[in-house]
Each structure stands twice: as structure tokens, then as C-alpha cells.
């Protein structure tokens, strides 16, 4: 009989750590960490965060993609991450899935953007094989016309880090925080958040999504599991992550810049 | 250039083109490697004129990349040393990191790139340049590559993939 580990032979290692309701900031910044210091493969998987929480990518200009007002009322934390992309508003009912990979992890993949989607799609259809009109739309993780996954990445000269926060449920509450972003895909067809996207829960339920991630991951990779008190006295102590909240006074600002 | 050369059975392929006439851009199938520029094998340019240095991306680079939307950049009167990064270019969701083909102090930033990032795109050897250094060991340049063993590790790339 052979053992599981054989069918992995030749496969390159890639640690795999998974939380439940991590929250985000702390996520972020142990991906940032792993992406900025460590020489291995990871995966991590989060399911659900804590509080609900925006978050924008590097570039993103709060003026433009939150109704500040609304925020600063409900207190609602605003993180700017170290990847780019766009806006998401994240919660207990968002499931977290990141790779971050040597730039040799995955054969014959060239470090760009577009490539490395190329492949996240790949792996992703496997998932979903079957489920869905699934596929990677103009970057996005859609059923048909409807995104459920916001992805975004980081290349460094040897890693590349692709982190993608699925709706597995929503609060159409909380999309009110979120304005209509001015670059948005030709497929959005300017619809608003509710038309636009969609829940993964009506097309799969959440632990298998979680276990066919983690099985397609394993026909690439083998994937050794570890909890993040086996690494936390590996990671540097000095490194300091660039993700983090932005302030009232920051936001404040940004909406009297702004004219709001 | 956190990337390395894409290779498929329509690569782009690469061509020399003098510096003197940095006008002569071919069509867009093709990217342009100028003659008498310094590479990186991150993908990276140098143009060393007197005491000054530039630096950018290549127009492969660019081409790869996509739209740039966003350059962060670092402030002047700050340092870059050969093979690290000083700053990053987003584009397609992503942030890349752009790394330095040599070392020095940081004497000029390009502050068009804040309204206009999509220079880099545009006119990734004039107008798309990144930062100027005062280079503190010259002989860095020398370890750099030329735009003919550019275009041929560019092609040894395509080649690979």
C-alpha cells in the first residue's frame, strides 16, 4: 500500500497554516512578514475574521472608494494592505485563502501578474469543477458575471504572494460603506455591489471549500501543516509590516481634502 | 523587476535601438532595448551621464506589467544599494518591486510619476524614468549588462519557457 506522502515525491514544500477568525490585520501582517522573510512556500487559510473591516490596496484613496462619513459614524477599522487591487469589506462570513511561493514554486510560471492569476484560475477551477459557470474574469473570481472573490498580489525580486478573500456570505449592510470604484472591469457594466456580486454559500458549503482548496494545493505542492506558534519565534522581530489601520484624523482629512 | 522574461510562441521580440535616436520605437509587438544603457537581469535600466545616474524599468518590463496605476518611489536624500528595492509599480492589482542596479544616493525622484504613472508605460527611457543617483561605487556598472547580452539573456528567457 502506498503511503500518502510518496504520491508528493517530488513535489515542492509549502507550508499550510489555517486559523479561524484571525483577524485581518494580524493575517496581513504575518503574510507580509513571510512574503518579506522567509524562503519557503506558504499557504494560509483564514476562515472568517473577527470585526468587520475595509480594506483598500496600497494605492487606494479612502475620498474615493468609502463613504468616509458612514465609517467614521460606525467606527468601522480601515486597513491599507501591502498588495494592490481594490476596496473589500471583510467579516466573520469572508474566507481567506493565500499562497505565497518562491518564484521557482510553480514551473515554467513567469512572476507577473497576469501569469500568476493564470495559474490561481487553474488551481481555482478545480475547486469549483463543475460548481458554477466558475472562471477568472478580467482578475476577478466569478460565477457567470458575478464576483464572489477579490484577489490581489505582491512580486518581490524572488516571491510572489496572491491573497484573495472569498464571500463566502455577506452583510448588504456593510457594502454601503464601499463606493462604486472609478476602475472597475468592462464585465461590471457599472452595476452596484448587490448586482454585481454574489455568495459563495449558494454554490458550495463552506468546509468543502475549504478541503478542495487545500486538495487541489496538495496535487502541486506538498503541504505540511503548521500553527503559527511553531513559526512565531522564526519570524523576525524587527520586520515591520507597511499594512496597517488608518486613522480618524487620516480619514478625516481625506474626506475634507475631498470636499465631502 | 521582480519578473523574468516571458517565453511563448509569440514572444515579443527584442530590438536595439541607438540611444542617439530615442525616438525610434518600433511597433508595440516589439520591445525596445536602447543602446547604451546598462540591464539588470531584474529588468531594470541605468543610464550613467557625469555624476548622475538614472533608473528605470525596461520597456519589456512595463509591456509585462501592464498598466502601471500607482509608483511608489522613495524620498531624494535617501540611498539604494545594488539589488535592492526602492520602490514598486502597481499594475493589474498587483505591487512589483523595483530594484536598483546600483548603489548611490538618491539625488532626484521623478514627481511626474505621482499624477502620471502611466509614463512608465508610455516612455518607460524619457519621460517614465524613476530616479536619479550619485553613484557610490561606479564599478557597479561594469557588472551590468550591455543591450546586446540584454536582448540575448532576454531571449535565453523566452527560451526557457
Redesign the interface.
Known amino acids: 500500500m502506498l503511503l500518502p506522502q510518496t504520491r508528493n515525491i517530488g513535489l515542492p514544500m509549502m507550508n499550510l497554516m489555517r486559523f479561524k477568525g484571525l483577524p485581518i490585520l494580524q493575517q496581513l501582517h504575518i503574510e507580509e512578514q513571510l512574503l518579506r522573510t522567509s524562503s519557503e512556500n506558504w499557504c494560509i487559510i483564514n476562515d472568517g475574521t473577527n470585526d468587520p473591516t475595509i480594506v483598500m490596496?496600497?494605492?487606494g484613496k479612502p475620498a474615493e472608494l468609502l463613504e468616509i462619513e458612514s465609517v467614521l459614524h460606525d467606527q468601522v477599522p480601515v486597513i491599507r494592505r501591502?498588495?494592490?487591487?481594490?476596496t473589500v469589506i471583510v467579516d466573520h462570513e469572508t474566507i481567506f485563502v493565500t499562497f505565497i511561493c518562491n518564484?521557482e514554486a510553480v514551473p515554467?510560471l513567469?512572476?507577473?501578474?497576469?501569469?500568476?492569476?493564470s495559474w490561481s484560475g487553474s488551481l481555482y477551477s478545480k475547486v469549483f469543477q463543475g460548481i458554477g459557470d466558475f472562471r477568472l474574469r478580467e482578475?476577478d473570481y466569478v460565477f457567470g458575471n458575478h464576483k464572489f472573490g477579490g484577489?490581489?498580489?505582491?512580486?518581490?525580486?524572488?516571491k510572489?504572494i496572491h491573497h484573495t478573500s472569498f464571500l463566502w456570505d455577506f452583510n448588504v449592510r456593510n457594502m454601503a460603506y464601499l463606493k462604486l470604484p472609478k476602475?472597475a472591469p468592462a464585465y461590471r457594466s457599472a452595476r452596484g455591489h448587490l448586482d454585481f456580486i454574489c455568495r459563495l454559500n449558494d454554490y458550495m458549503p463552506r468546509s468543502t471549500f475549504i478541503d478542495k482548496t487545500v486538495e487541489a494545493a496538495g496535487t502541486q505542492f506538498s503541504l505540511r501543516s503548521l500553527e503559527l506558534e511553531a513559526i512565531e519565534t522564526c519570524l523576525e522581530t524587527e520586520f515591520r509590516p507597511s499594512t496597517r489601520f488608518l486613522t480618524s484624523e487620516e480619514l478625516e482629512v481625506a474626506a475634507a481634502v475631498a470636499g465631502q | 523587476m521582480a519578473l523574468r522574461m516571458w517565453g511563448s510562441s509569440t514572444a515579443s521580440a527584442l530590438k536595439i535601438s541607438c540611444a542617439s535616436k530615442p525616438h525610434l520605437y518600433l511597433s508595440r509587438c516589439f520591445s525596445t532595448v536602447l543602446d547604451g544603457l546598462k540591464y539588470a537581469e531584474s529588468h531594470e535600466w541605468v543610464k550613467h551621464e557625469g555624476s548622475v545616474a538614472t533608473i528605470d524599468i525596461t520597456d519589456h518590463a512595463q509591456d509585462h506589467l501592464g498598466e502601471v496605476v500607482f509608483v511608489e518611489l522613495p524620498e531624494p536624500g535617501g540611498s539604494v544599494s545594488k539589488g535592492k528595492g526602492f520602490g514598486a509599480v502597481e499594475s493589474v492589482k498587483a505591487t512589483s518591486d523595483v530594484n536598483s542596479p546600483i548603489s548611490g544616493e538618491i539625488v532626484e525622484v521623478n514627481s511626474k510619476l505621482s499624477e502620471a504613472p502611466g509614463l512608465i508605460n508610455s516612455s518607460p527611457y524619457e519621460e517614465g524614468w524613476m530616479i536619479k543617483v550619485k553613484p557610490s561605487s561606479p564599478s557597479e556598472l561594469e557588472s551590468l549588462m550591455g543591450s546586446t547580452e540584454y536582448t540575448k539573456f532576454c531571449e535565453e528567457e523566452d527560451a526557457s519557457h
Open positions: 490596496g496600497v494605492s501591502f498588495t494592490g487591487g481594490g518564484k515554467d513567469q512572476p507577473y501578474p497576469r501569469s500568476i492569476m482578475n484577489n490581489a498580489q505582491s512580486i518581490t525580486k524572488n510572489w476602475r
